[in-house]
């Protein structure tokens, strides 16, 4: 009977917490923006649904450590150009982390700068 109750009650939450995604604008709690046009709509890690909008996956805040959730769509989509938290954006280092877990492989960000002088 508990069980019921508790799985009731989730199932409820996740249908709130994905009706208020879809209302949400581009800047979710959590937003992932592929390297590669992605082609579906919705992507689903663990139990939360991310909406794609105008090119950048959102979800809002959901129950995972912040490089959790970036690996999680780096491993599902392929590599990031960009992560946020709350419209914070993961920087150069923090990003490579998160995408050594992108499907089909880490994607080198090229760095702009003067050329690096040959080693002896």
Same mark, same amino acid.
């Given at each position: 009977?508990?069980?019921?109750?508790?799985?009731?009650v989730?199932?409820? =939450? =996740?249908l709130?917490?994905s009706?208020?995604?879809? =209302?949400?604008?581009?800047? +979710?709690y959590?937003?992932?923006?592929?390297?590669?046009?992605?082609?579906k &709509?919705?992507?689903m890690?663990? &139990?939360?649904?991310?909406?794609?909008?105008?090119?950048v996956y959102?979800?809002?805040?959901?129950?995972?450590?912040?490089?959790v959730?970036?690996?999680?769509?780096?491993?599902?989509v392929?590599?990031?150009s960009?992560?946020t938290?709350? +419209?914070?954006?993961?920087?150069?280092? =923090?990003?490579?982390e998160?995408?050594?877990?992108?499907?089909g492989?880490?994607v080198?960000?090229?760095?702009? +700068?003067?050329?690096?002088s040959?080693?002896?």
């Amino acid at each position: 009977m508990i069980r019921s109750i508790i799985a009731g009650v989730l199932t409820s =939450a =996740a249908l709130l917490a994905s009706a208020g995604v879809s =209302a949400q604008a581009p800047n +979710g709690y959590f937003t992932a923006t592929p390297v590669n046009a992605s082609t579906k &709509d919705v992507v689903m890690t663990r &139990d939360t649904p991310w909406n794609l909008q105008d090119g950048v996956y959102v979800t809002g805040k959901a129950p995972m450590r912040e490089m959790v959730a970036c690996q999680m769509m780096a491993h599902t989509v392929g590599a990031l150009s960009s992560f946020t938290v709350e +419209g914070k954006a993961f920087d150069e280092t =923090a990003l490579g982390e998160c995408n050594g877990k992108a499907k089909g492989g880490k994607v080198a960000v090229a760095k702009a +700068g003067p050329n690096p002088s040959p080693a002896n």
